[in-house]
């Protein structure tokens, strides 16, 4: 069965330092791995995406993911961190095997201090 | 474009009343997904439509939530009859197909006393 699992439930981080929020997934055929942003009050806005091609996968406001097939992660990174980052980020995946149904993780809140 | 649109953004209703929450996708959007977002359960996925069919229903949580989509432009879940364990955010979104990304309404709030 496909898992995703987010083990911090919160990240505190400095304004201007590197960011990391990690991502674990668990899928049977190949996944596609997403990351989205929910500010308060609000539904979930999407940040990146990756399916297949370069590990790297570069998204919106400056964030990026590196996928690890080896370790099953997906970890989502900012090189400088913004007091407006402060959210709370899903990961989510899909496995291709298993049609639609996109797996959403418990969610990290991420707070960024001036 | 307006991106999902939900109505009502809030709902307060008393035990046992009908609720009914409504969802307009994206145009040509060609998948719509409901979930429900607590603090105990997170976001839980409820049912997923492609092509106005519903693929997926088995996170409906019991025979008292129900939801259609009779065309591509329009989607409904109802509750009936309510209980205080339903309040929650509940969510809409759309995605060009099923497997990409997702966009989502600004959700209803609905609280049930």
């Known amino acids: 069965a496909q898992s995703v699992a987010q083990p911090e439930d919160q990240v505190n981080v400095a304004e201007g330092n590197p960011l990391t929020v990690k991502c674990t997934y668990s899928?049977?055929?190949?996944?596609?791995l997403f990351w989205y942003v929910q500010y308060p009050n609000r539904g979930l806005q999407f940040l990146l995406k990756?399916?297949?091609?370069?590990?790297l996968v570069k998204g919106s406001y400056g964030f990026e993911a590196e996928f690890n097939k080896s370790q099953t992660s997906f970890h989502l990174k900012k090189p400088s961190a913004l007091v407006s980052d402060s959210a709370l980020y899903f990961c989510?995946?899909?496995?291709?095997?298993?049609?639609?149904?996109?797996?959403f993780g418990a969610g990290t809140r991420l707070f960024v201090k001036a | 474009d307006a991106g999902v649109i939900q109505s009502p953004r809030h709902e307060v209703t008393e035990m046992g009343q009908e609720v009914t929450l409504r969802c307009k996708p994206i145009?040509?959007?060609?998948?719509l997904f409901w979930y429900r977002q607590t603090m105990m359960r997170g976001l839980e996925l409820l049912i997923y439509?492609?092509?106005?069919?519903?693929?997926?229903d088995s996170g409906m949580p019991e025979d008292r939530f129900s939801a259609k989509m009779p065309n591509a432009s329009f989607s409904t879940l109802k509750i009936q009859p309510s209980e205080p364990r339903d309040s929650a955010v509940y969510f809409c979104?759309?995605?060009?197909?099923?497997?990409?990304?997702?966009?989502f309404g600004p959700g209803t709030r609905l609280t049930v006393l």
């Open positions: 979104a759309s995605s060009r197909d099923g497997g990409d990304e997702q966009f």
């Open positions: 899928v049977s055929g190949n996944p596609y």
């Open positions: 990756y399916i297949t091609g370069d590990n």
């Open positions: 989510a995946v899909r496995d291709d095997y298993r049609g639609f149904k996109t797996i």
């Open positions: 145009s040509g959007h060609n998948s």
């Open positions: 439509f492609n092509n106005n069919v519903p693929i997926d």
